[in-house]
Each structure stands twice: as C-alpha cells, then as structure tokens.
C-alpha cells in the first residue's frame, strides 16, 4: 500500500465517525505536522475527559488519544509526525532482491521437505501430551496473511540442521515461507484430543522454543532513544480496532476506575493504555520482548512481565478482571493457562477473552488455526475448558451469530463489526 492509498484508507476510517470527531482529528493532524505534540496530545484528551464512556465519540477519541501519544515519542525526528497516523509499519512480506539465491533456493528446499516431514508425523496434543484423538479438519501451517514465519520455531524439532551459508536472516526466511504458502500445498492435520477437548495442529510443539521465536521476533523499524522496538500504536485505525475491546468490557461491566486488571498477551499495550485512561490499574504480560519494550518507550506504561516465572509469581487473588484479546491461540498449554488466571481472579472477578471461532468450510479446512496459531476453541470446547477451572460462563457470542447484537453502541450501531471470525466469552469465579 503506497502512501496515498494509506491516507485514503485513513480517510475512509474517519468518514464514519462524527463531525466532532474529524475536527478534532484534524485538529491533531495540524499539531502533530508542526511538531506542535503537547498540544496534539492535549487537544484529544480534553475532548476525551468532556465525553462519557457510553457516548458513541468516545471509543474513537480514545484511539485517537493513544495513537497521539505514540506519534509524540515516535514523532521526533520525523519530517511530518502526522503520516504516523495512517501509515502502515514495513512489511516483512515486501519483496527484494536476493543476493544468496543459491543459498535461499537450498533453504526453500529444505523447508518444504521439513514442512512434509512434520505434517505426516503423529504429535502429541501440547496441552496434556495425549496422542489420543480424531481428525477434524485440516489447515495451512503458514497461512498467506502471517507477517512472519510462525510455522518455523518448532522445526528444529525434527532434527535437522538448516543448510544456510552464509546464514539466512529472518527476512529472508520469511519470504521463503510466504513463497511456500502462496503454492498453497502445506497443510496439516487438526485434531480433537479425546483427553483434554482441546483442538490443535498436528504439530510438534515446545513451549520453550515458542517463547523463544516471540522473544527473539525483530523490530520493524522505529528507534526511541536509539532503540528498535516494534509496535502499531501510532497507527490510528489499528488502534481503533484494539480500543473495541476495553470499551466492550466497560460498558458491560461498568466503570473499571480503582479496578485491576491483567491484559494476558498485552503485545505493544494499546489495551493497556486505553484500560488505564478508563481509570483501571493494570498488569501486562506478553511472550513478545520487542513490543513490551514499545509499551514501555513508546507508551510509558510499566508493570509489565513477559517472563513466565513472573506471571506464576503473581499473588492468588491480584486481579478483579483479567482480560485476553486473541492471545491463546498462541499457547500451547492452555489448562495451565486457564488454571493461572482463575486462581489470579478475586473471588466474583471476571475473566473475558477473545479468541478466533474455529470453522469448517466445505473442504474440512479449518479456518482460524495455522501459522502461529497452534490450538483454538469452539463453543463448545471454550466451555469445557473455563468450567473445567471453577469458572462459570456470563456470555458466549460469536461473530455474525449474535455478536453484534450484544456489541452495539447507543445509537444502535455495531460496535464490533467486520469481526466475523471472533468469539467472546466472559466467565466469573464464584
């Protein structure tokens, strides 16, 4: 997407909201072209702190008061501060030029036998080791729309040394796997383990070697302080997206000011900011070091962790809310991760998480696993799996299935649409 086509859809994002609104935001726009960025941040928060929680204006004011405040740190040495609002972060799919083809060909090689190798093996489930269980479906391990090479942590598991001198850097490998994903030959089996319901790939999984590919993920490309860090703060439709979810959970728990709360899979912490300017205090933790740095630098939030001992350190009863946006998809031992934040919870504390809904289309692939995406829930498992740790389920909604109609503004409008592969589920602890 080309810089015109960026501010475009940025355009396109801002036509839906008020006319309050787009003034405001070219308001920003202005003080953030100038380097004027105390007044841009300013001029947002005063709209912010004049709009209720329930007022249809104040979901995109609270976006538009996150980005401003990465735009801010971002912005410094920046010719116009401004473009940071709606231009997107380099993509590690664009193409280049490679000056190890030969190198890279080998590589490519490789890969696609260690892909074929892994997909006929039978993998024990990652959650309780079980290798009981029946074929559901299939799906990509490295699906098109995956950034980076989710499919390549686990690898090493099978033993083999990968052929690259001099050696490959993740760019490269990325690019070889997109390549191999756009043949759309790779796939591999999901299961339904008979042992502990969860649904997952076929798949050799480590946790170890997980929290390795996330803590050793490279930075896109912002420096703060002569630091790379990555993140999307700054880009206000992405924020916008990311600011759905706080503001579902106030309006259906009421004010979270005084109450605490944990973001499991926080990422660069734009959740966390927008918890934080609904008054809350908030804990997060993430596998990814490079954007809990961005959320440290670029946001100034603290009280983050992305080691697991941490997260196990925690005192039974810290939180009153623990909150989940498309993060356990990514953990392999969901039970102990369900089993942690239960006994996280005070007594009547609330548990509410977003993961993709697991359907089949008509040729049994399964969409919503694949790459990076190691296990998932339907509705039926999600509640095998939260009952299973004394939680009891408040709301089970899924997207295009009566979502929208608990996600709604106070105008009526959808609050949540376009999500058409998500299932939210709120649980409390008695």
Same mark, same amino acid.
């Given at each position: ?22 003034? /405001?935001?070219?308001? &920003? /726009?202005?003080?953030?072209h100038?380097h004027?960025f ?34 801010? &740190? $971002?912005?410094?040495?920046?010719? !116009?501060? #401004? ?52 074929? /559901? ?8 729309d ?9 690898? !090493? ?32 089996? &999901? ?27 490279? #930075? ?5 302080d002569? /630091? ?11 924020? $916008? ?29 734009? %959740? ?9 205090k ?11 740095r ?9 009280d ?50 977003? &993961? ?10 399964i ?15 999600i509640v ?5 740790h =004394? ?10 299935? =009566?979502?929208?109609?608990v ?9 949540? #649409?376009?999500?058409?592969?998500? %299932? ?7």
């Open positions: 997407m080309n810089a015109a086509d960026e501010r475009a859809d940025f355009n396109h994002t801002i036509a839906g909201a008020s006319p309050r609104v787009r003034v /405001i935001t070219d308001q &920003v /726009i202005h003080h953030l100038a004027h105390e007044d841009a941040t300013a001029s947002v928060r005063a709209a912010l702190t004049q709009t209720t929680p329930d007022h249809a204006d104040y979901w995109p004011l609270l976006a538009l008061t996150v980005a401003s405040r990465a735009c801010a &740190v $971002l912005g410094k040495d920046a010719e !116009d501060p #401004s473009q940071l609002l709606w231009a997107q972060a380099a993509s590690l799919k664009s193409e280049t030029a490679y000056a190890r083809r030969a190198t890279v060909e080998e590589a490519t090689h490789w890969l696609r036998a260690r892909l074929d190798e892994a997909a006929a093996g039978t993998w024990p489930c990652p959650n309780c080791g079980g290798r009981r269980g029946r074929k /559901i479906g299939t799906a990509p391990l490295c699906p098109i995956v950034s980076h090479a989710g499919i390549l942590f686990d690898l !090493d598991a099978l033993g083999t040394a990968v052929p690259a001198d001099p050696p490959l850097s993740y760019r490269d490998w990325n690019l070889i796997a997109s390549g191999l994903a756009r043949q759309n030959k790779w796939h591999c089996d &999901v299961r339904l383990c008979d042992s502990c319901s969860l649904i997952h790939l076929n798949w050799p999984n480590q946790p170890t070697r997980i929290a390795r590919f996330y803590s050793d993920l490279p #930075s896109p490309g912002h420096l703060v002569g /630091i790379s860090v990555a993140g999307r703060a700054e880009n206000f439709a992405f924020v $916008l997206d990311k600011a759905r979810f706080p503001i579902f959970v106030r309006r259906r728990y009421g004010p979270l000011a005084g109450k605490r709360v944990l973001d499991l899979g926080c990422a660069e912490g734009i %959740m966390l900011a927008c918890l934080q300017e609904l008054g809350a908030t804990v997060g933790f993430d596998l990814d070091v490079q954007r809990l961005y959320a440290q630098l670029v946001l100034g939030l603290s983050l962790a992305f080691e697991e001992q941490r997260l196990a350190s925690l005192p039974e009863g810290l939180v009153d809310l623990v909150i989940s946006y498309h993060a356990l998809e990514h953990v392999p031992d969901a039970d102990r991760v369900f089993a942690r934040l239960a006994s996280l919870l005070t007594p009547g504390g609330k548990l509410i998480l977003a &993961v993709p809904h697991l359907r089949a289309n008509r040729d049994r692939t969409q919503g696993l694949g790459g990076d995406h190691l296990l998932g829930f339907d509705h039926t498992t095998t799996f939260l009952e299973r =004394g939680l009891v389920i408040e709301l089970l909604a899924v997207a295009g299935d =009566g979502l929208p109609n996600l709604r503004n106070p105008d009526g409008t959808a609050l949540w #649409s376009g999500m058409n592969d998500d %299932m939210v589920v709120a649980a409390a602890k008695p």
